[in-house]
């Protein structure tokens, strides 16, 4: 006979343990012992799981522990039994990255089989690391989420906020461009940015793990946080979905301007299949999805009308193989297509007239991945990965275009692009990545002096950037402070734009209220190409003795870059050590403690300044020419390719190292400290509150003008045939820049019963200091810090106050209610909840640098932002409460009872 018994089963004894270049798994760790508290040694346990192949085996040591590492993500058994002891099956969920404590006590007996569901195990409890993990079946999909992007479910996790540029993250207030995703072992992240490359299928994916803080010496190449997510790998039954998202521009409300809207029905199409070739022995994944979208688009001001059509397809696919149950071998691709014909490249800066838009974007990428991971003994685990990301993309203006005899280059003012496009089709934007690691985890026995679980491994990344980025496809940018397209007013008196004899738009210059782009890109010799490899070993301890808990782990590792001015190129070494405390004193109340140095990836934009690569290479010029009327653009192209009206001012390129790197040259870090207390809700769940501090230190700052004789230096000019002197740009860490986030966060997860789900988290933050290091669209920026330093006032040069980042309070509050009709499948409701506190504004007033710098020549051409208060928020918001409702044949492998 049988019978059913629903319990709490939390202990507060195993370490977190992690696996591979990013997690793609997680574990079970347990102890077996008899009615009377003595460990039960050689017990037979079985573990069975819908997402393994074939059954693992296990026996119990002689202080009654087991293992089982390296399990894919999905809802698994465990039976455990002993001779003349009653057999146990229990029934969980195992999340990515998760470790689920067993304790399981066998009574006398062998007729009855104690059947035990865990609706909730306390993996909070059993982790240094404070984050959130979303499983897409059993989270996402019955959940209003319309956007169901890495980012978009990321951000419902604490300590995020959306990033200074769309689609990026801020992670325990750092730059947005310090956060690392990964996907199936693979860094997709893009080296300036920190966003994903939205290479993959939403509906392929299995979970994401976000890690904010306490995170362990496994992870580095950051200073904020972690986004981590594994695909899906097929099994033992044959599973498929179909999705068609349907989107019309006329559905929209329009503007009080009027605009105009297309008709078209837009649809995107997408579809899995999973199933296997070889049952318990190989099995596959596969996904396509292919979308073609119209929009609508009207140039500025001349109200030209024209459709973008925006076509991307992508597929995938994954092959899981297993010699034995215990050796399992991964492959996986990745294939992303888009075109867009034609493109109006930057909705910041639109194209004022037709022959501004370019005449489209070409963007083929493509991803392979690698792992292995193998039991070589029953505590003796080793997982290696291999990964290439290969993203390509051209976009920009048309060469061919002439206005004359001279080659179009764009005009820019406010009123929009003219002539032709900014940036060049023929200059290829390359962002590769290549990757490979290999780790071993020992797990050591319980003895006196407690138990251990050393993991140790070894990390390579290559970030390969190529290209220019060339803003023009003729070498040069006219750039007008106010307008330059002669205008007057129409009916209602919006500007009408004025046209010459021959029907064509007329423009104007002003007498220094222009400057212009100069591309150099043609003086420097070699392949616009530049390397960072970064190599790390790690090593972490987990040794819990008695009711304590102690992780420690160091990281060292070396970051060395080759580019195309090898007196630039650098190497040097880092450590970053991590450490935490946890004692549990009460069965399920858990203290904790934890500090950690994370060292941040060099940043590509850095280091590219000094090589040219992707810096855009050029001369800024000052137009000191005579006021001109209304002229046509061939004459405009004329004032703007020649030299006698211009005055070069600025330099931003790596020609006689006008732009270098300290000699001492090092990565950021950020020192996290974070204490927390926990609390296990009986076997249902966990609730944890958390305490951050994070300080940002070492900061890397462009300091402009430097101190002493060289604080110019004299560059050689294809144009003008003389040398122009430029003041110096020095990158260099500086002690001078203060970033600090304070949090309180609280996380919570629980399951009243099988059919409800509750979670959410609520995180109380500060981001004070002087420096930014980012704005939209622009990672990686230097700030007015050390810059000028003869002709700033001290103090009033990025005063330290609120930082951009700032977003006080902050709420996500989700539920699940689920009715199972068993073979006619699931109705499931679900809610979100979120509040967000407004982005801080300043009142702020601006000065020229009142003296001189005698060590530099720019200093009259410098104007400073002087911050009157920085306390002042607008713009608070619920972003909503959505109810979504799904109906259907669940395809999850997942058990809805499980936690």
Do not use: C
């Not at 522990?65 to 229990?90: C, H, M, N, T």
């Not at 991803?367 to 290696?384: A, E, K, M, N, R």
């Not at 988290?761 to 003869?790: C, F, H, V, W």
């Amino acid at each position: 006979m049988k019978r059913t018994l629903i319990a709490a089963l939390v202990v507060l004894l195993a370490p977190a343990m992690v696996f591979a270049q990013a997690t793609q798994t997680g574990r079970v760790v347990g102890t077996v012992k008899d009615a009377s508290g003595t460990p039960v040694e050689g017990a037979r346990v079985s573990i069975t799981s819908p997402s393994l192949q074939g059954e693992r085996l296990a026996n119990t040591s002689e202080t009654g522990e087991f293992i089982f590492g390296l399990l894919p993500v999905g809802a698994y058994i465990i039976q455990i039994s002993a001779p003349q002891k009653r057999p146990v099956d229990i029934t969980f969920n195992l999340g990515l990255g998760q470790t689920v404590p067993l304790d399981v006590v066998l009574e006398p007996g062998s007729d009855v089989t104690e059947e035990v569901t865990v609706f909730g195990a306390a993996t909070r409890l059993e982790t240094t690391s404070n984050g959130e993990n979303f499983n897409y079946d059993d989270a996402v999909e019955e959940l209003p989420i319309q956007n169901r992007g890495l980012e978009a479910v990321a951000i419902l996790a604490p300590n995020i906020i959306e990033g200074a540029t769309a689609g990026t993250l801020q992670i325990a207030g750092a730059p947005s461009f310090e956060t690392n995703v990964f996907l199936d072992g693979s860094e997709i992240s893009d080296p300036f940015f920190g966003d994903s490359a939205p290479i993959y299928i939403e509906d392929a994916i299995e979970e994401v793990q976000v890690l904010t803080s306490g995170i362990s010496a496994k992870y580095g190449r950051f200073t904020g946080g972690l986004v981590n997510a594994i695909s899906k790998s097929g099994g033992n039954e044959f599973t498929a979905t179909a999705r068609v998202e349907l989107d019309k521009e006329s559905w929209n409300s329009q503007t009080p301007a009027d605009e105009s809207q297309s008709d078209t029905l837009n649809k995107t199409w997408s579809g899995t299949v999973g199933g296997y070739v070889l049952r318990d022995r190989l099995w596959f994944f596969g996904a396509l999805r292919t979308a073609s979208l119209d929009n609508s688009l009207t140039t500025n001001v001349t109200n030209g009308s024209f459709t973008e059509v925006d076509e991307e397809d992508r597929w995938q696919l994954k092959l899981r193989g297993a010699f034995t149950p215990d050796h399992v071998l991964e492959l996986g691709y990745y294939d992303y297509e888009r075109t867009v014909t034609p493109d109006d490249v930057l909705t910041s800066l639109p194209a004022g007239e037709r022959r501004a838009v370019s005449p489209g974007r070409k963007a083929p990428w493509d991803l392979y991945t690698l792992s292995y991971g193998g039991i070589l003994t029953p505590s003796l685990f080793l997982d290696v990965s291999a990964t290439q990301l290969n993203v390509e993309t051209n976009l920009g203006g048309d060469p061919s275009l002439r206005a004359g005899d001279l080659a179009a280059s764009p005009f820019t003012g406010n009123l929009g692009v003219f002539n032709n496009s900014l940036f060049d089709s023929t200059d290829t934007d390359v962002r590769d990545n290549e990757t490979w690691s290999a780790n071993l985890t020992w797990a050591l026995g319980a003895t006196s002096w407690g138990s251990h679980t050393i993991e140790a491994g070894v990390q390579f990344v290559n970030s390969i950037v190529e290209g220019f980025n060339e803003q023009s496809p003729t070498r040069w940018v006219l750039r007008a402070f106010d307008d330059l397209l002669a205008t007057e007013a129409g009916p209602g008196g919006d500007p009408v734009p004025l046209l010459g004899e021959d029907g064509d738009l007329l423009f104007f210059v002003e007498s220094g209220r222009a400057f212009r782009f100069r591309s150099v890109a043609d003086e420097l010799a070699g392949s616009p190409k530049s390397e960072i490899q970064n190599l790390a070993f790690y090593a972490q301890d987990s040794w819990e003795i008695g009711d304590w808990r102690v992780d420690a782990g160091v990281r060292w590792e070396n970051y060395e870059s080759d580019g195309l001015q090898p007196t630039q190129n650098f190497d040097f070494d880092d450590v970053s050590p991590r450490i935490g405390v946890t004692w549990n004193f009460a069965p399920d109340w858990q203290a904790q403690a934890t500090w950690g140095r994370y060292v941040a990836r060099f940043s590509q934009n850095h280091f590219n300044e000094t090589q040219g690569t992707q810096a855009a290479p050029r001369f800024v010029d000052f137009y000191v020419g005579p006021s001109t009327g209304n002229i046509s653009r061939g004459e405009m192209e004329a004032i703007l390719q020649g030299n006698d009206d211009w005055v070069p001012f600025l330099f931003f390129g790596p020609l006689n190292d006008a732009i270098v790197l300290d000699a001492g040259i090092e990565s950021a870090y950020s020192d996290d400290f974070n204490v927390a207390l926990k609390h296990a809700l009986g076997g249902r769940g966990s609730f944890s509150v958390t305490y951050t501090n994070r300080r940002f230190r070492n900061l890397l700052d462009d300091f402009v003008g430097g101190s002493g004789p060289d604080g110019w230096i004299e560059v050689p000019d294809p144009d003008f045939g003389v040398p122009s002197i430029v003041d110096q740009t020095v990158w260099k860490n500086t002690s001078k820049a203060e970033r600090e986030y304070t949090a309180l966060t609280l996380t919570f997860d629980y399951r009243p019963g099988p059919v409800w789900n509750i979670g959410g988290n609520y995180t109380y933050s500060q981001l004070r200091g002087n420096y930014e290091g980012e704005a939209g669209n622009q990672p990686g920026i230097g700030s007015d810090i050390g810059n000028y330093e003869g002709a700033a006032i001290p103090g009033t040069v990025e005063p330290y106050g609120i930082l951009a980042g700032d977003v006080p309070n902050r709420a996500r509050v989700w539920a699940n209610y689920r009715l199972d009709f068993e073979r006619w499948g699931q109705f499931v409701l679900g809610s979100l909840l979120t509040f967000s506190d407004g982005f801080n504004w300043a009142r702020a007033d601006t000065f020229t640098a009142p003296i001189d710098d005698p060590n530099s020549i720019n200093e009259a051409f410098s104007s400073y932002t002087y911050y009157l208060d920085r306390a002042d928020r607008i713009g608070s918001r619920v972003g909503g409460l959505g109810i979504s409702a799904r109906a259907g044949r669940s395809q999850s492998s997942r058990t809805s009872a499980a936690g």
